[in-house]
């Protein structure tokens, strides 16, 4: 079956503009997770959405940036007045579960690369 | 704060040579992954360990989960050209959050 998708793969964005980043789930997968990974980086936490629970938001690191999931599904990760230190990796993931499991297994998208020049 | 310490941070080696990546933490996690990730896609799952003491192996890969599941190793034996990549280890089942607890990763380079 189809992976997780996110769109776009690249984005080339000015410093100010607002961007919207696209994630596609693995259908049937209940939870949804948002990281940003700077060059040669770890991974850093920043949205978890599980079902119809109210979303993870502790790991978003200014209050430009934002996330919905529409339907379950579909997510969108967005960033309002875009600065240079937004500049990264973005990386989605779904799992068939999530929280407290003890086992759950996330699957990565190939991740939208962020500049803003 | 729950952290994941993954050493060493870069390795490169020779083909054939065998190396250990560790994982270590002062907290317990509930289960503990390792992922390999290549330039410009998203990490892979390798492996999940989820028992204290408890050891996989997936081919030339050994992956251990310390006794108090606080820490991790990974061994690769007879490395290879296709092993080079950026290999991460998380922790799940940690405090209130959803989310896995990412180490920064090791940065392999096996040379032909």
Redesign the interface.
């Known amino acids: 079956g189809a992976g ?1 998708s996110q769109s776009p793969s690249n984005k080339v964005t000015e410093k100010g503009k607002d961007v919207e980043l696209r994630c596609d789930p693995i259908s049937g997968h209940t ?1 949804l ?1 948002w ?1 940003r990974q700077s060059l ?4 850093e ?1 920043l949205i ?1 959405f ?1 079902g119809n629970s109210a979303p ?1 938001k ?2 978003l690191p200014s209050d430009r940036f934002s996330a919905e999931r529409t339907g379950g599904s579909v997510s969108t990760l967005t960033i309002q007045r875009t600065q240079q230190e937004d500049s990264a990796v973005y ?1 989605c ?1 779904s799992s068939l579960v ?14 939208t690369r962020l500049t803003v020049t | 704060t729950q952290l994941l310490e993954q050493s060493p941070q870069f390795l490169s080696i020779q083909e054939g040579e065998n190396l250990t990546v560790y994982c270590n933490s002062s907290s317990v996690f509930s289960s503990l992954q390792w992922y390999r990730q290549e330039p410009g896609e998203g990490p892979v799952l390798l492996v999940t360990v989820v028992t204290g003491g408890e050891v996989k192996k997936l081919k030339r890969l050994t992956f251990q989960f310390g006794d108090a599941r606080k820490d991790s190793s990974l061994h690769i034996t007879a490395a290879q050209p296709g092993d080079t990549g950026l290999y991460l280890c998380a922790g799940g089942g940690g405090g209130s959050q959803g989310n896995l607890i990412f180490g920064k990763g090791t940065k392999l380079s096996v040379k032909p």
Request: charged letters at 5%; hydrophobic letters at 25%.
């Open positions: 997780v939870a997770y990281y040669g980086q770890g991974l936490f978890y599980q993870d502790s790991g990386l993931a999530g929280g407290g499991s003890p086992a759950y297994e996330q699957y990565f998208g190939p991740g």
